[in-house]
């Protein structure tokens, strides 16, 4: 069977305990009773040699802060689907360390856990929000974030998660109205979210409403919806993201890498969905044309309904949709350079018989040729960020290799129970390691580290130690 695949530099400026042992040092097993948490917690701070249950909604209210160790395990209920939710004016303060990062898993016994086990990690501010006090979805009884238009509270503080990792999380309730592993309603800038690994999320990943919260070394695995959603005019930045994919874990909803919107309808709302994203790493579900996925993967960007997020310095593989730029209107915010997709390299793999990638695709009065065109011309008027590598057929799979992507990192060499522990996702050579650009004001300022490596990784594995890529199996 004749392989093929497309590389595309785009440049457009547009509790239970387990008789197994595992003698990691970065998962700390503590030997008392599972203490349990329900309702609206007081100001606390946890104790490390404690497991803890979060059983239905707990909620840490205005005024109210939750402070979590280095080492504390948590667990949700999957009876009562435990969900933590940070309202209004609350905070948490979850810092771990590499050594001992703060785990929230599902409360099933190794080799019984499972996506959608419990509800996941629900932080909510008042930062500036393109919606009039929407209520999250997913958390009963109802709660509402945000500032309708106004940037008063940008600055504002949720807490820190910091080394967290959150496995098993997310639970759609109904269509359009689900918990992700971790949901971000409109929180300030002030809140740090960095080090944070969801995996095996029964919705989203990460997912943005409005907002202007930042984020750094974030890793979505396994999950199966989305992996970075953006919504409600969320505008803060993101650097240094990894996604992995499973072939075989996706929604019937479609699930994409990037899935983006201004709002569910589209309009023309301000402030507009406009985070950064820089140095993000996507590892599809198809590696190569040897391994089936399934049929509900869709995009690795699905740009829509007049969002104006930016791509740079990434590289995402794997979908059989590589680009959706979807509709007229989402098109001409690019267009007006509103939002920008640069130095990011697009590896589209072909499908088995009769399922051939797509590049390009487009929708709702523009097409998938008019897509491609805009870029191509964009790309013309930029050359001075990077020469383009033409699309090519081969007989073989993806040079991974030489882009200095390690093949073992794709899921679809392996099964759940397979995938190893740790993997070493660092580069040290090829197309990747060097060739960042950061001229474009969007990447310009203090937050983005101006490395010279494209994509999420160069010389240093930062997802070394604290991340944990077979959750499954793991002794709590």
Known sequence: MKKHFFYIVLCASVAVSSCKKDDDN????????????????PTQTLDASK??????????????????????????????????????????????????????????GEGERDKGDWGGIVILGRANCNQNRPAIEGVTPEVRFGTFQSDVNDNESSGTLKYVRIEFAGIALSP?????????????????IENVQ????GDDGFEWFGGTVNGKNLVSFGTWDDDFDC??????????????????????????????????????????????????????????????????????????????????????????TMF????????????????AIEKTIIVGVAGRVRNPVTMYSGGSGNTADTVRHFFLRAEKANMAFNTRVSASEATAK????????????????????SYPKTMNF??????????????????????????????????????????NFQPLLQTY
Not at 264 to 293: C, E, H, K, W
Not at 324 to 339: K, P
């Open 26 to 41: 970065n998962d700390p097993k503590p030997t008392s009773q599972n203490v349990v948490l329900t309702g609206d917690l």
């Open 51 to 108: 497991k803890y249950e979060i059983q239905g909604n707990v909620f840490v209210r205005s005024g109210q802060k939750l402070t979590i160790p280095e080492g504390t395990i948590l667990v949700g209920d999957k009876r009562t689907k435990g969900t933590l939710v940070i309202d209004e004016g609350g905070q948490i303060e979850a810092i771990g360390t590499e050594d001992k990062p703060i785990v929230f898993t599902s409360e099933q």
């Open 176 to 192: 359009n109205n689900e918990t992700n592993s971790l949901t971000m309603g409109a929180i300030g800038r002030g809140t740090v």
């Open 198 to 201: 969801v995996s095996y999320g």
């Open 231 to 320: 919504d409600f005019g969320w505008s803060g930045n993101v650097q240094y993201g990894l996604a992995v994919r499973d072939p075989f874990s996706a929604d019937q909803s479609g699930s994409n890498a990037f899935e983006c919107d201004n709002d569910a309808a589209g309009n023309n709302i301000q402030p507009y969905t406009s985070g950064v994203f820089s140095n993000m790493t996507v590892l599809g579900p198809r590696m190569d044309t040897s391994n089936a996925i399934s049929g509900n993967y869709q995009h690795a960007m699905h740009l829509r309904r007049r969002t104006a997020i930016s791509i740079f310095n990434s590289v995402v593989t794997g979908f059989p």
């Open 324 to 339: 959706r730029l979807d509709g007229l209107s989402t098109q001409t915010q690019y267009e007006n350079s509103v939002g």
């Open 398 to 417: 993806p040079d991974y290799a030489g882009m200095g992507l390690n093949e073992n990192a794709f899921f679809s060499k392996y099964t759940k129970e």
């Open 426 to 467: 660092a580069v040290t050579g090829g197309v990747l390691a060097s060739g960042a650009v950061f001229s474009n004001s969007k990447v310009a300022g203090t937050f983005f580290d101006k490395v010279n490596h494209v994509g999420a990784f160069g010389s240093t594995n930062w997802a070394d130690k604290w991340t």
